[in-house]
């Protein structure tokens, strides 16, 4: 006998906000023109170079298990005008600024501790990677969230790919450098280009998960586009945009934030309520869209999943596992 266990961050279906109150996604594939699922299957593959606008095509199916987060997906207009992009500035409205950014042929250089480094285009990797859309939440550093349909692939399927040597313990994100279109890389007092990692085990867990699309469309170009990762239970500045190379490394990555200020922004960054930020409390979080404020979660709620990847560790890295 088969039994289906409910995630724990789960929340009962009454005390979710009603689904014709947030995006439908049967009304998205029929506003976008598709009849049905034969229209899906017969559809061509699309490029990341097009216009966000456009559909993600073929439209992978909702993960069972991630099929909700246990709240409300936060509208589409509201995250797409609300965006953390330094690149671009440092204040929320980099929507229109971010239109510069050309992802046309976008490609990823994977380097380092592998059997096979390459270069290889995003595009390519639409049609190679098990695509699947999961509802995920996100959790800011600053006391926000939101909740979001995500398309991609998990990070695991991408290391399969490259095959990293037993020596690789950690990975290391890096995004484009291009003063040029994205002026606030011209700063000087910005350790550019915006760096991320991971430990070779948080990669390899089933929630890292590489973002090609949004809302049943590519990523909007202020989300990140073509490529970004979201960690769930890692404060959003984890889940770094634009990705251009990923190294596999035996040294811990410095992050882009982590090198401006340790002793806030440090390289675990795990979702605790209980600890801090030393200007603010982390115990509740705003919810974009809305005038809630609500309690804030350990791991953002999903601790089932990942917890383990820390047991043991409380002693040697203390606090760190927060920050």
Known sequence: MHFH??????????????????????????????AGASALATAPSLSLAANAEDPFVPMPERTPGY???????????????????????SSKRIANEAQALNTSGWEITIDGLVEAPMKVAVDDLLTEMPMEERVYRHRCVEAWSMTVPWIGFE??????????????????????????????????????????????????????????????????????????????????????????????????????????QAREYGFWANVNPDVPHPRWSQATERVLGTDERIPTFLFNGYGEQVAGLYTGKEAELGERLWR
């Open 5 to 34: 266990r409910t995630p724990s961050w789960h929340i009962p279906e009454r005390l979710a906000t009603p689904e014709s109150v947030f995006l439908n996604r049967r009304t998205l594939l029929k506003g976008l023109g598709f």
């Open 155 to 260: 990070l695991s399927a991408l290391l399969a790919k490259a095959k990293p040597l037993s020596g690789a313990t950690y990975v290391r994100f890096q995004t484009f450098l291009d003063p040029d279109t994205a002026r606030e890389q011209r700063a000087t007092w910005w350790p550019w280009p915006y760096t991320e990692g991971l430990t070779i085990e948080e990669a390899q867990n089933e929630l890292s998960f590489m973002v090609v699309g949004a809302y049943g469309k590519v990523l909007h170009k202020q989300f990140g586009a073509p490529i970004r990762l979201h960690t769930p239970w890692k404060y959003g500045f984890k889940a770094i945009k634009s990705i251009n190379r990923i190294t596999f490394t035996d040294q811990q990555p410095v992050s882009f934030w982590e090198e401006l």
């Open 67 to 89: 099929a909700d987060a246990g709240r409300p997906i936060t509208d589409e207009a509201i995250n797409a005008s609300y965006n953390n992009f330094y690149e671009f500035g």
